[in-house]
């Protein structure tokens, strides 16, 4: 009866040791990092539906009043408007839903985004959401770790 004691507590105390040494010996935790995510940010591109030339509006409404090319009018002596679609591949920034109407930007090419800006008609754009969340900062080389 007292050698089943001792053997019962010469397991419970080898268990116990080989408990304790896997508990060491486990794969560390991953470090969390202590900045707090970056939040997505999206914004919506557009392009023209059609290849057709389509005028960019003062306000969301219908009749359109177009936006005057000062510009072009100086230069060419004739009354002129800004139109989209006069570069392939033009891309818009969507900045404002309103009505069926949509306030766009021209982004692409960069020298038509001072001057290019107005309204159209939402049902003559095709649009799609990017992620322009700008890459997170590496982590500092040396910092503390936890």
Known sequence: MKTTRLFILAAIACFALIGGALYLLRPAAPEQDARPETPRVYETHCNLAQNAPEPLCEAPAAPCRKIRNQKTTEIDLDESFMTLNLVPEENLLLLERRDGWGRVRV????????????????????????????????????APRK
């Open 107 to 142: 982004i692409d090419p960069d020298w038509l985004s001072d001057s290019h800006q107005g309204w159209v008609p939402l049902d003559r754009l095709t649009c799609r959401q990017v992620d322009v969340t700008p890459p997170a900062a590496p982590a500092q080389a040396g």
